[in-house]
């Protein structure tokens, strides 16, 4: 990886994380009102730069794939970065699933809640079952999912921002170019590479702006929820961070070190731009272009490895809802005095696995996924309840997370590809 002003950017988007959230809690904390109103008000502004990045993003997805598909022609080579993405995908999802049972059964019985406490917060989770039971009766079932991966319509898919059948489609598609004659596979291909190039290119002006929206984001966050919000539910949130950690650390630091061969301080310091996107807006889509930005400018990923291995990630690849929905599982079997037997957890292990597919790119989505766990396991679905007035800052670190874990994912493919990582 080469030195870059990449490093600097890091910087000032850390520096505009913490000034957001320091003026987000100090006006929780105070509650003085023009400061809470400065916190709440600047918002807006944070949601103007959001979205000027959602908007490259299916463009950016169509056109990179359809010129990476095509410009691999070789259906073997395809079949290979698939076998070898997913693989690593799954491979780290089980492991997440794991993490998060293993931590919740040794940390939450240390600090066991009050049964005053517990008729409490069981209370609170009935008043909220209404809006839980509307909000998973929308969850999408593994059936329906996989009928959902080929679009009818591939323009409408693309307008409603769903990005895995848009994916299945430009696959489908660069392949089709690939098997053209030279001259329309080439007239394709120059396209489809100017495209993606101009739309990395207007990323990086919009990252320029990063700082400042990452600010915007984070504060009104910090001053609606602050951190009085998690007493309450401090043991099962301290599970999910403790994983969420531990497993960026052991699994994704192993991964690039030991099978990417990339040192972690540089591939920590070169994806931080992507990781403070998806951190502020609990979103792996919306990461996506500064995703491939570091990919390809900075990490020298051929462009068809990172086209092919970064969609697909922030499309599957959620092994931060994983370590989510094993932990919260057995948090609400604790709250409602449930003894998990081995089969339940089993039942727990598997349907996090299958569940994780369904999740939405958008911000507390692993929230109502949950449902189907729970209803598999035998544990009260109203729980859920509690967990969403907190959700939000576990949320910025499972999609955190899961930034990592795409970027991660896309050096070691290319890496078993034989590629020179940069």
């Known amino acids: 990886m080469h030195e870059r002003p990449e490093t600097s950017l890091s910087v000032k988007i850390a520096a505009g994380l913490l000034a957001g959230l320091a003026v987000g809690l100090v006006a929780s904390a105070t509650g003085v009102p023009w400061l809470m109103r400065l916190a709440v008000g600047i918002e807006p502004a944070g949601t103007i730069w959001i979205n000027l990045i959602r908007m490259t993003v299916i463009p950016l997805v169509v056109a990179a794939l359809v010129s990476g598909v095509a410009s691999i022609g070789d259906a073997r080579r395809l079949g290979r970065l698939g076998v070898r993405t997913l693989a690593f995908y799954c491979g780290t999802l089980i492991i997440g699933a794991f993490v998060g049972l293993l931590l919740a059964l040794l940390i939450l019985p240390l600090a066991p809640i009050p049964a005053d406490l517990a008729g409490s917060l069981r209370g609170a989770a009935a008043a ?47 392949a089709g170019v690939a098997g053209l004659d030279e001259r329309p596979r080439q007239a394709i291909l120059s396209l489809a590479d100017a495209v993606a190039a101009a739309l990395i290119r207007l990323v990086g002006w919009i990252m320029v702006l990063a700082p400042l929206g990452v600010a915007c984001l984070a504060a009104p966050v910090a001053a609606r929820f602050g951190w009085a919000m998690l007493a309450s539910l401090a043991a099962f949130v301290a599970v999910v961070l403790a994983g969420i950690i531990l497993f960026g650390i052991v699994v994704y630091g192993g991964a690039v070190r030991l099978l990417a061969r990339v040192g972690l301080v540089p591939f920590a310091r070169t994806i931080a731009p992507a990781q403070a996107v998806g951190f502020t807006t609990g979103s792996s889509i919306a990461a996506l272009p500064a995703m491939m930005d570091a990919a390809v400018r900075k990490l020298d990923i051929s462009a068809p490895v990172a086209s092919f291995v970064l969609p697909l990630g922030a499309a599957l690849n959620r092994p931060g809802t994983a370590i989510y929905h094993t932990s919260a599982a057995l948090f609400i079997a604790s709250l409602y005095g449930i003894s998990l037997s081995g089969a339940q957890l089993a039942i727990v292990l598997s349907s996090t696995f299958l569940m994780t ?62 590629e020179a990582i940069g």
Do not use: C, K, W, Y
């Open 128 to 174: 909220g079952a209404r809006e839980i039971a509307q909000q998973a009766h929308q969850v999408r079932g593994f059936r329906q999912f996989l009928l959902d991966l080929v679009p009818t319509n591939p323009v409408q898919a693309a307008a409603e921002g769903a990005l895995l059948p848009v994916i299945v489609f430009s696959v489908l598609f660069g």
């Open 357 to 418: 597919f369904s999740v939405a790119a958008i911000p507390s989505a692993s929230v109502f996924t949950l449902a189907p766990t729970l209803l598999a396991a035998g544990l009260p679905v109203e729980g859920i309840a509690l967990l969403l007035g907190v959700d939000r800052i576990p949320d910025m670190f499972r999609t955190g997370l899961n930034v990592t874990g795409h970027l991660t994912a896309a050096v070691v493919v290319a890496r078993g590809e034989g």
